[in-house]
């Protein structure tokens, strides 16, 4: 590329380049690195940007494309795993066969011939953020009741596969079967693979995320309940086409977290198009039964004195009021350390042996050479 665009937004781990009134912006992936919603951490990761952003063009490409759903019910990773009476079900259902017509409807302007694959960068359409105003110290959805389209659901959406040890929910849930019920549940579940998948939600434009129930989901963003049934069956589906895809390569998903949009559909109605991006980062992972994401980063976090007072500040965010970030530093004294040399090479070994395997399914190329492969990571860090 010529020349980038001005950044209009500096995210943790992303820039995004452009102007609003653009019809479409760039996502600039960068090596920073973020865990536990602080932001950018002390280190950067060799290459990082250019492997997140082969996996969002590798994933837009494989689920944008009608193939990658064809024989999804027929795979034996599915069958084994699941509960086949769901999986009948959903295969007949109008979305899924929607899906196999037209491919899952995304933002990705794959067609730029200008962007390399192997370059930090992905160009997107455009849609509008509508940003919730806090009025009397709660937020104000109340635009989402204009019923918008071409603009960002604000929820961040969840789909459940598996239960790990010291997932989210189960803390949430505990053993009051009368919760686990609210997700379909009709007893307590063990840890381990689900049934059938469980679609959670958080808060996307929330000066902090939290989670929300089923209602609350459905009244900040004013869907109406065939709108909400849909977005939970469209991520249903992501979810198990992901399943199956992992599976292939020998890993093991239990979890992950999108975004999407608002569209407007071909009959007029409102529907849904994935946005923002899809990889590691946003999936929990296992390879040979092991932690095969950036967990393993977390988890060498929780063994700090930082991740303490990390806790400790956002409980004091939580009863007082306040940005968690600023009382860690300021009432607590404490930041994170940087990462070891040996956590930061594994670190970035898990990105690239990923996006290449990634790719070579998808597109047919190693992008960070052959040397980067699960197998070489196995062997050096499992």
Known sequence: MT??????????????RGVVSAQDLLFEFSDRFSVFDWGEMPDALDEKGKTL?????SFFKHLGNPASWENLFQSQALINNFDNDYL???????LYKKLKTFGLFHHALLEEREIELNSPYLKV???????????????????????????????????????????????RLGSDLAKWETYGFSEVPQMGLLK?????????????????????????????????????EMTALIGLNLFKFHAEMGLTLLDGKIEVAFIQDIHGKRSFMLVDSIG????????????????????????????????????????????????????????????DEYTKMRAEAVYKSYANEVSKRINGVAVFGEEFNLNEYSMRYM
């Open 3 to 16: 020349q980038l665009p001005p950044v209009l937004y500096r995210g943790s781990v992303k820039n995004v």
């Open 88 to 94: 009948e079900t959903l295969s007949h259902s109008y």
């Open 196 to 232: 059938k998948p469980v679609i959670d939600f958080s808060t996307k434009l929330e000066r902090g995320d939290r989670y929300i129930d089923y209602k609350e989901a459905m009244a900040i963003s004013h869907m109406n309940e065939a709108e909400f049934n849909e977005l939970r």
């Open 125 to 171: 359409k455009n849609i509008s953020v509508l940003r919730p105003p806090m009025v009397e110290e709660k937020y104000d959805y109340s635009v989402y009741a204009t019923k918008p389209v071409n603009a960002l659901v604000p929820l961040e959406v969840i789909f459940r596969l598996g239960l790990p040890p010291g997932n989210s929910l189960s803390k």
């Open 280 to 339: 590691i980062d946003e999936l929990r992972l296992l390879y040979k039964g092991k932690s095969f994401s950036k967990e393993f980063l977390r988890e060498f976090y929780k063994k700090s004195s930082w991740y303490d007072c990390l806790e400790a500040a956002k409980r004091d965010a939580t009863i007082y009021g306040g940005d968690f970030k600023s009382l860690c530093q300021e009432k607590y004294q404490s930041t994170p350390l940087p990462l």
């Open 53 to 57: 952003a082969v996996m969002g063009k």
